[in-house]
């Protein structure tokens, strides 16, 4: 796949722009939405991101996820597989873990990736807790951005360059992440819609 990838500075209105589109998800979707985060770098004050919008729908069951998808379809949200599996740690391989549907933004709208996952699913989990970890840990979140950066500059016209460079990284500082939530406690907080 050819895609220019572009790392932008931090843009405060991405926060904005998350809202109306939860708002928008959750008049949709309603109560099949358990919640609604956002997700990614853009979710991090100060973290410089691709302009994509990332949202995470957590719902009870992935086996009834057309309550959800059902609705976001008809609105013209765009869905190219029944289901899909995050990749971690190089594996693929089809795990109820890494289990998700992925939407898009509806055709010429701003881009937004939609991530459905299922709750107390390590992919699930994995979104919030890195987030809340770059939102927390000012150095871990310079250093990913560097390595963001630096991806981008060398696979400036090659997304999956861009990401087979970053994703090592990404999950090296999970393992972090995944330390510094248990030091603090950590727990999904309540800033989803």
């Known amino acids: 796949m050819s895609r220019a990838v572009v790392v932008e500075d931090y843009r405060p209105h991405w926060a904005a722009e998350f809202t109306c589109l939860a708002g928008r998800i959750r008049a949709l979707v309603g109560p099949a939405a358990i919640r609604i985060d956002h997700i990614g770098s853009t979710a991090v004050p100060g973290l410089g991101a691709k302009d994509v919008i990332d949202l995470q729908i957590t719902v009870g069951d992935l086996d009834h996820v ?14 190219d597989e029944a289901f899909g599996y995050d990749v971690f740690r190089g594996n693929g391989a089809p795990d109820l873990e890494l289990r998700k549907v992925f939407l898009r ?4 709208e701003r881009r937004a990736h939609i991530h459905v996952r299922e709750i107390g ?7 919030l807790v890195f987030r809340d970890y770059l939102r927390a840990a000012e150095d871990a979140r310079a250093a990913y951005e560097q390595l963001k950066r630096e991806a981008a500059r060398i696979f400036p016209d090659s997304i999956d360059g861009y990401l087979q460079l970053k994703d090592p990284g990404f ?10 939530a248990e030091k603090v406690g950590w727990r999904p907080g309540d800033d989803y819609r």
């Open 66 to 79: 057309d309550a959800v998808a059902n609705p976001l379809r008809a609105a013209g949200f765009r869905q």
């Open 105 to 108: 933004e509806p055709e010429g």
């Open 121 to 127: 699913r390590f992919n699930q989990r994995y979104a």
């Open 171 to 180: 999950h090296i500082l999970y393992a972090a992440a995944s330390l510094w």
